[in-house]
């Protein structure tokens, strides 16, 4: 059973496309705001997913782990969002509804940045979020026209104490 419902998650997440920064020089859509994020980890080439607590079928982001550059700029419909989970190769964790954030309209949100700790030998990680000023600054340098046009606001992810989750 627990087979039929990874494949099924895989297939879903196979339609949808990894997202890319937006340029210095976007626009914002009505109704929408910009999602700042840095990923750090231990681990690369996997998946991180965020849905949108209206329509949870869907993942609303994916985003790929590199081994470098972490750094996400991305336009979102402003609204509620949740962390949906993390998917490494035939293994996935979802904890849907237990991180959540908000995009507020014709802002740049920060949600925080995002520590995944991946221990491959016991199939287990550790999430935590945190808010780091670095990150804000690193996105005004490579952002100026962004971030002269958009207020800057936090609102970082609502987390419970770091937890561990087993990802099998």
Not at 57 to 78: E, G, H, Q, Y
């Amino acid at each position: 059973m627990k087979k039929i419902i990874l494949l099924i998650v895989l297939v879903m997440l196979s339609g949808c496309a990894s997202v890319k920064n937006i340029r210095d020089t976007a626009r914002l859509e009505p109704k929408s705001g910009i999602m700042l994020v840095n990923f750090e980890s231990n681990h690369y080439g996997y998946k991180a997913t965020i849905i949108n607590k209206k329509n949870i079928t869907w993942a609303s982001a994916v985003f790929d782990i590199k081994r470098d550059d972490n750094l996400r700029v991305i336009t979102l419909p402003a609204g509620d969002y949740t962390w949906r989970g993390i998917y490494v190769g035939t293994g996935a964790s979802e904890f849907r509804d237990d991180y959540d954030f908000t995009i507020q309209e014709g802002y740049v949100n920060y949600v925080g940045d995002v520590l995944i700790i991946i221990d491959g030998r016991s199939n287990r990680y550790k999430i935590s979020f945190s808010d780091n000023e670095k990150t804000i600054s690193r996105f005004k340098e490579e952002y100026p026209k962004l971030a002269e046009n958009n207020k800057i606001i936090k609102n970082i992810t609502n987390r419970p104490n770091k937890k561990d989750i087993n990802t099998k």
